[in-house]
C-alpha cells in the first residue's frame, strides 16, 4: 500500500485527481485513474492527471480517464493543471508550456490577490479536420453534416478532432435529448475506430450555446473543455456561429474563441477543492 499526495480540481464541471510524478512513483496509472475515480469506492473524479518532467516544455501532463483508459488532451483537465502546477509553485510563470500526447499547449494566467491563478487561457491549437485523421470511417477531407443512424432513428452529426476526437450534434431543444442512451452507443459506433466524445448542442444565439457531453471513456460528464472547443468549431464552420462563443455547460461556462485558420483560444477558470492522502492498494 501506498499513501499518495493528491489534490482534487473542478474546471466548468470537470472534476480532476492530480497527483506529483515527478519522482517517479512506480504505478500502474491505468489502475490508479479506474480506482481513483469510483465516486463509491474512491476518491471521486471524471478523470486523473499526473505531473511528469519534460524534456520539451516546462511541465508533461499525463491524463487518464474515469475508466483507466489514457487520453491523449483534456481541457477542462488542462486549466485545472495549470492552476495546479502554478499554485504549488512547480512552475511558477504565467506563461507555461504543457507537453501532451497531443503537442505541447501555451497556457497564459491571470492571477488573483493572493497569487492564485484566476483566468487560465489556452493555446488549444488548430482543429483536425479529414476524416481519417480525426479517425471516422468516412474519408472525407471533412466530416460535415453526415448521418448516422441509431435505432431506426438518423441523426445528423459532425466531427473534428481537438486533441481527441469528437461529435457534434446540434438539436433544437437539450432537454429532450437522452444524453446517455445515445451519446454511449455513438461513442462506441463502428463508425469512430478510436471511439468518440459525443457533444448535444443547442444554439442560443450566434455567440452563445448549451451543450451536453458524453465524454469517451468517463461516460457523461457535467462539462468538456476540448468538446467545448469542437462545437465552436463546427459551429463557426456551418455558419451557425460566431468566432467568439460563451458556451453553457451542466457544470459552468467557458469562453471559446477563434483566431486565424480556427486557431482555438479556451478561456475560463479552475478550482481547488481538496488535498489530502489516497492509500492505494497496490
Same mark, same amino acid.
Given at each position: 500500500?501506498?499513501?499518495?499526495?493528491?489534490?482534487?480540481?473542478?474546471?466548468?464541471?470537470?472534476?480532476?485527481?492530480?497527483?506529483?510524478?515527478?519522482?517517479?512513483?512506480?504505478?500502474?496509472?491505468?489502475?490508479?485513474?479506474?480506482?481513483?475515480?469510483?465516486?463509491?469506492?474512491?476518491?471521486?473524479?471524471?478523470?486523473?492527471?499526473?505531473?511528469?518532467?519534460?524534456?520539451?516544455?516546462?511541465?508533461?501532463?499525463?491524463?487518464?480517464?474515469?475508466?483507466?483508459?489514457?487520453?491523449?488532451?483534456?481541457?477542462?483537465?488542462?486549466?485545472?493543471?495549470?492552476?495546479?502546477?502554478?499554485?504549488?509553485?512547480?512552475?511558477?510563470?504565467?506563461?507555461?508550456?504543457?507537453?501532451?500526447?497531443?503537442?505541447?499547449?501555451?497556457?497564459?494566467?491571470?492571477? !488573483?490577490?493572493?497569487?492564485?491563478?484566476?483566468?487560465?487561457?489556452?493555446?488549444?491549437?488548430?482543429?483536425?479536420?479529414?476524416?481519417?485523421?480525426?479517425?471516422?470511417?468516412?474519408?472525407? &477531407?471533412? +466530416?460535415?453534416?453526415?448521418?448516422?443512424?441509431?435505432?431506426?432513428? !438518423?441523426?445528423?452529426?459532425?466531427?473534428?478532432?481537438?486533441?481527441?476526437?469528437?461529435?457534434?450534434?446540434?438539436? &433544437?431543444?437539450?432537454?429532450?435529448?437522452?444524453?446517455?442512451?445515445?451519446?454511449?452507443?455513438?461513442?462506441?459506433?463502428?463508425?469512430?475506430?478510436?471511439?468518440?466524445?459525443?457533444?448535444?448542442? &443547442?444554439?442560443?444565439?450566434?455567440?452563445?450555446?448549451?451543450?451536453?457531453?458524453?465524454?469517451?471513456?468517463?461516460?457523461?460528464?457535467?462539462?468538456?473543455?476540448?468538446?467545448?472547443?469542437?462545437?465552436?468549431?463546427?459551429?463557426?464552420?456551418?455558419?451557425?456561429?460566431?468566432?467568439?462563443?460563451? +458556451?453553457?455547460?451542466?457544470?459552468?461556462?467557458?469562453?471559446?474563441?477563434?483566431?486565424?485558420?480556427?486557431?482555438?483560444?479556451?478561456?475560463? &477558470?479552475?478550482?481547488?477543492?481538496?488535498?489530502?492522502?489516497?492509500?492505494?492498494?497496490?
Amino acid at each position: 500500500m501506498k499513501a499518495l499526495k493528491f489534490d482534487k480540481y473542478v474546471a466548468a464541471g470537470n472534476d480532476f485527481v492530480i497527483f506529483d510524478g515527478r519522482k517517479d512513483l512506480g504505478l500502474n496509472y491505468n489502475d490508479l485513474a479506474f480506482k481513483v475515480c469510483n465516486r463509491h469506492f474512491g476518491i471521486g473524479s471524471d478523470g486523473i492527471m499526473v505531473c511528469e518532467n519534460s524534456d520539451v516544455a516546462d511541465i508533461k501532463m499525463m491524463y487518464f480517464n474515469s475508466d483507466g483508459s489514457q487520453g491523449e488532451m483534456c481541457g477542462n483537465g488542462i486549466r485545472s493543471f495549470a492552476k495546479y502546477i502554478y499554485d504549488n509553485g512547480i512552475v511558477k510563470k504565467k506563461a507555461i508550456s504543457i507537453e501532451t500526447l497531443a503537442g505541447i499547449k501555451y497556457i497564459e494566467l491571470e492571477t !488573483d490577490e493572493f497569487d492564485k491563478a484566476s483566468k487560465i487561457k489556452v493555446n488549444m491549437g488548430k482543429p483536425v479536420f479529414e476524416g481519417a485523421k480525426i479517425p471516422v470511417n468516412i474519408h472525407k &477531407e471533412r +466530416v460535415l453534416e453526415e448521418t448516422i443512424r441509431i435505432d431506426n432513428k !438518423d441523426y445528423i452529426f459532425s466531427a473534428v478532432l481537438v486533441g481527441v476526437p469528437h461529435v457534434v450534434i446540434f438539436i &433544437e431543444n437539450i432537454e429532450d435529448v437522452d444524453v446517455n442512451g445515445l451519446g454511449k452507443k455513438i461513442e462506441n459506433h463502428e463508425l469512430f475506430p478510436n471511439k468518440t466524445n459525443v457533444n448535444f448542442v &443547442e444554439i442560443l444565439g450566434r455567440n452563445k450555446i448549451n451543450i451536453y457531453t458524453w465524454e469517451r471513456g468517463a461516460g457523461r460528464t457535467l462539462g468538456c473543455g476540448t468538446g467545448s472547443c469542437a462545437s465552436v468549431v463546427i459551429g463557426n464552420v456551418l455558419s451557425r456561429l460566431d468566432n467568439k462563443v460563451l +458556451v453553457n455547460t451542466e457544470g459552468g461556462n467557458l469562453e471559446v474563441h477563434l483566431i486565424d485558420d480556427y486557431e482555438i483560444i479556451m478561456i475560463g &477558470e479552475a478550482f481547488h477543492i481538496a488535498s489530502g492522502e489516497y492509500f492505494y492498494h497496490c
